[in-house]
């Protein structure tokens, strides 16, 4: 029996159309939270809200962000999120790591410096043990080191036994709102290496993070000649690059150096007085000013700062807040014979701690008297060790 053409292209066209749609049924529903442009449209949305909230980074010549996915396994992902500065002199890129976990709903996402960074990264299969063991302190948790623990256990970021030019004193990362954090430094060999040992990533153009234990970080940027790192592990000192004038991430540089700057559990904070090389950054009346103080000697801005490495968790600094020596005694206050002197500026390693005679110096004032290694005591007003607390316990 013949059919009618119009019969014929009605038939047709509904057996395609089964056809198709069976054919469509056939393929695997991709769900919105797994296409790939959508962990970093999650992340990007994340970096913009950020912004909102940053002076200098709200505008819309601001709102420039730079997001790579280093790692993903199974549900997970792992990577770098960077909020580009303005090219204005004094602002620096906020940048984090953050982890990520795909779930029905979408992706759940943790930067560096939330409760949920550490949690993650304990769980998650492509972050290594050493980065877990760091990532631990990262928690956004107040720790004690953020209580007046001024302690780093960080050398300058250049090799010990060199001088540098403290070129900019302490100020802000984000051209004056936030904390004094950062300094600016040249000089040297003009290689940057790592204040402390810890885990690097690179996360754009002359720039580079390293996570360090106690919920530090170390930001150091203008970097040229640079490593590429990705959750590496550097010891102290590791090289990290020469000093620059790269701006990959905004901000500007008239000439090479490196910025450098000092976070705790995800945010910055002021570096002084915090220890680091046996100096101790002070703050001048305006941004860049200031100095650096190695007992009582002075350094100022364009001053040369000579790295003699980090100081111990039980050590201190003497500070007889004026120059000359220190006596030492036979026991805790100065009721006690004087057994011998130690310079102003020396390195002393603490025993124990115990009450003695009140003094007052550059940093408190205590009744807390040191007893030293060779079995002397000092009084502990004039040993900055970065916290007004006993570091070796009780005699």
Avoid at 265 to 283: D, E, F, L, R
Avoid at 378 to 390: F, I, K, L, Q, R
Wanted: charged letters at 15%; proline letters at 4%; a positive charge.
């Amino acid at each position: 029996m013949s059919v009618p053409t119009t019969m014929r292209r009605l038939l047709v066209g509904a057996t395609c159309g089964v056809v198709l749609a069976a054919l469509v049924a056939a393929q695997p529903v991709q769900s919105a939270d797994t296409r790939p442009d959508t962990l970093t449209d999650s992340v990007t949305g994340e970096l913009l809200r950020r912004a909102d909230g940053l002076p200098g980074f709200s505008g819309a010549v601001a709102r420039d962000t730079r997001v790579s996915v280093n790692r993903s396994q199974g549900r997970w992902a792992f990577g770098t999120a960077v909020l580009v500065a303005p090219r204005v002199e004094g602002m620096e890129p906020r940048d984090w790591l953050f982890l990520a976990e795909r779930r029905a709903t979408g992706w759940r996402l943790a930067f560096d410096g939330e409760p949920a960074f550490a949690e993650f990264s304990a769980k998650a299969p492509l972050i290594s043990a050493k980065e877990k063991a760091i990532f631990a302190s990262h928690d956004g948790r107040v720790s004690a080191q953020a209580n007046g623990d001024f302690r780093t256990g960080m050398r300058l970021p250049w090799a010990v036994g060199q001088s540098w030019t403290l070129r900019g004193g302490p100020h802000a990362w984000d051209a004056g709102s936030g904390p004094w954090s950062s300094l600016d430094l040249v000089g040297g060999d003009q290689v940057v290496r790592a204040a402390r040992a810890g885990t690097a990533y690179t996360t754009c153009t002359g720039r580079i993070l390293v996570y360090h234990d106690r919920g530090y970080t170390t930001r150091y940027y203008h970097l040229w000649n640079y490593g590429q790192f990705d959750g590496t592990a550097v010891a102290e000192g590791a090289r990290l690059g020469d000093t620059g004038t790269e701006v990959g991430c905004g901000g500007s540089a008239s000439s090479r150096h490196v910025h450098f700057s000092l976070l705790q559990n995800g945010a910055y904070v002021a570096v002084s007085p915090h220890i680091i090389g046996k100096w101790v950054p002070m703050n001048g009346s305006s941004q860049y000013g200031g100095y650096a103080l190695h007992g009582s000697t002075r350094v100022n801005v364009g001053g040369a700062l000579y790295n003699y490495g980090a100081l111990g968790f039980t050590q201190g600094i003497v500070d007889v807040n004026g120059g000359g020596t220190l006596n030492k005694r036979s026991g805790p206050g100065t009721g006690y014979s004087i057994v011998g002197t130690v310079a102003d500026g020396a390195t002393v390693t603490i025993s124990c701690s115990s009450n003695g005679t009140s003094h007052t110096g550059r940093w408190w004032t205590t009744s807390r008297w040191e007893k030293l290694s060779d079995g002397t005591w000092v009084t502990g007003a004039y040993v900055y060790t970065g916290v007004n607390a006993p570091v070796s316990g009780a005699c």
